[in-house]
């Protein structure tokens, strides 16, 4: 059984959490998930607007990159494989997941998902949660700190490689 992996890292700036997704951008493979988690303006979105925006550009496939507040889903026909950006905010039952086909995407596409605590038993086990802390500092209110939580045997090694130095 692997171990879990753990790392904190201070962004301060969005240009920081830019790069860092845009890095790991070039790390992710197909059955890769990533859950987003953090309150309304903490982040969430520009992470993986950044992510999906850097993919676009190493394929050629350039397109706006809205928010899924509304539709819930967003995918990119992108490589390595298909991202799906997903927004779980108006969710009220896990049950609602599986309507939107997220399940089977976890397993066939890259998955972003903001507000994953509406998973509830359908957390997937090797994903990275990254968790995303605003904080004030020098009069500055752009700096985050973020946490990666996930298996070591499959995230330690892409998250720490993806940090700008």
Same mark, same amino acid.
């Given at each position: 059984?692997?171990?879990?992996?753990?790392?904190?890292?201070?962004?301060?700036?969005?240009?920081? &959490?830019?790069?860092f997704?845009?890095?790991?951008? &070039?790390?992710?493979?197909?059955?890769?998930?990533?859950?987003?988690?953090?309150?309304?303006?903490?982040?969430?979105?520009?992470?993986?607007?950044?992510?999906?925006?850097?993919?676009?550009v190493?394929?050629?496939?350039?397109?706006?990159?809205?928010?899924?507040?509304?539709?819930?889903?967003? &995918?990119?026909?992108?490589?390595? +494989?298909e991202?799906?950006? +997903?927004?779980?905010?108006?969710?009220?039952?896990?049950? !609602?997941?599986?309507?939107?086909?997220?399940t089977?995407?976890?397993?066939?596409?890259?998955?972003?998902? !903001?507000?994953?605590?509406?998973?509830?038993?359908?957390?997937?086990?090797?994903?990275?949660?990254?968790?995303?802390?605003?904080? +004030? !500092?020098?009069?500055?209110?752009?700096?985050?700190?973020?946490?990666?939580?996930?298996?070591?045997?499959?995230?330690? &090694?892409?998250?720490?490689?993806?940090?700008? +130095?």
């Amino acid at each position: 059984m692997s171990q879990a992996f753990s790392h904190q890292v201070h962004f301060p700036s969005p240009d920081h &959490t830019r790069r860092f997704a845009e890095n790991l951008s &070039t790390r992710l493979r197909k059955g890769d998930v990533i859950l987003l988690q953090g309150g309304i303006g903490a982040g969430k979105t520009h992470f993986a607007r950044s992510l999906i925006q850097a993919l676009q550009v190493r394929t050629g496939q350039i397109e706006d990159v809205p928010s899924p507040t509304f539709t819930l889903v967003q &995918t990119y026909d992108l490589s390595p +494989a298909e991202v799906w950006h +997903a927004d779980l905010y108006r969710l009220t039952h896990p049950d !609602e997941v599986e309507e939107l086909g997220l399940t089977q995407a976890f397993q066939e596409a890259i998955c972003l998902v !903001e507000w994953p605590d509406r998973l509830g038993d359908l957390w997937p086990d090797k994903a990275l949660l990254v968790y995303f802390t605003p904080v +004030a !500092e020098d009069g500055h209110e752009d700096h985050r700190v973020i946490t990666f939580e996930g298996d070591a045997d499959t995230w330690r &090694t892409r998250v720490l490689k993806s940090v700008p +130095a």
